[in-house]
């Protein structure tokens, strides 16, 4: 009679919220908790960079790709681009193919020379868009652990707190539901933490990284207009210099 008062006087003095749960568990499966309560925390931190970082990258090449559909001049920098921020990887890679051409701009003698430099430009712009791409997928690595090791963290919490249950339970002598349920309780809601912090950072690491791959492609194909009126410009001053030498 005593063990079935005892159990509802147990049940009572273990809330499940999910504060209670936390303050109710077991040291490792609090410090599980804790881990995986940071591990959201900074997956959750690297999506809001990320996200409204590509947000206002793809607001300015909007407005810098409508500049390019104007025309570029290849030996300055233009003013749509000059008044950009020095961080946007559209005017990091711009001005990188523009001091590549002005470096160059004196050795432009014959054929073979202007295709060394288109050459050049071209590897440039590609090297520059490399970089930018690399900074912009910094950290994104984070994400992808959080996503692959977070479940498991949580299951070993689980599994930690309901073996320090079922030791309880033995040492008590008592299955009743109302005694077994907040241990497992608490157990679980570490698996419930881990698939909390993975399940975010799995999705917008792959959306992230869909924007970026986007993003990608818009550089790219900046730098292919650009080596299209490199080009035009190289093919004018050979016919220039080819009228002169006639």
Avoid: C
Avoid at 80 to 99: G, I, L, Q, W
């Amino acid at each position: 009679m005593a063990d079935s008062l005892d159990a509802p006087v147990a049940a009572a003095s273990h809330g499940l919220s999910p504060i209670d749960l936390f303050l109710q568990a077991d040291t490792v499966v609090k410090a599980v908790m804790i881990v995986l309560i940071l591990a959201s925390a900074w997956g959750w931190a690297i999506i809001f960079d990320k996200l409204l970082r590509l947000h206002f990258l793809q607001r300015r090449a909007a407005k810098l790709v409508t500049s390019i559909q104007a025309g570029l001049p290849v030996a300055t920098v233009a003013e749509s681009f000059a008044n950009a921020s020095s961080t946007d990887p559209f005017v990091t890679v711009y001005k990188a193919m523009v001091e590549e051409h002005n470096r160059s701009a004196d050795l432009v003698l014959s054929d073979s020379q202007r295709d060394g430099l288109q050459e050049r430009v071209h590897r440039v712009g590609q090297l520059a868009s490399a970089d930018a791409l690399e900074h912009l997928q910094s950290n994104l690595p984070g994400l992808a652990t959080i996503g692959a090791v977070a479940p498991f963290v949580g299951l070993f919490g689980t599994v930690w707190g309901i073996m320090t249950s079922f030791q309880g339970i033995a040492a008590a002598n008592n299955t009743s539901l109302a005694v077994v349920a907040p241990g497992i309780a608490e157990a679980l809601f570490a698996t419930a933490l881990g698939l909390v912090a993975a399940i975010p950072a799995v999705v917008f690491y792959n959306r992230i990284g869909s924007d970026i791959g986007r993003y990608g492609k818009r550089l790219n194909a900046f730098i292919g207009v650009f080596e299209i009126e490199l080009s035009r410009q190289l093919s004018k001053k050979g016919d220039r210099n080819g009228l002169r030498a006639a």
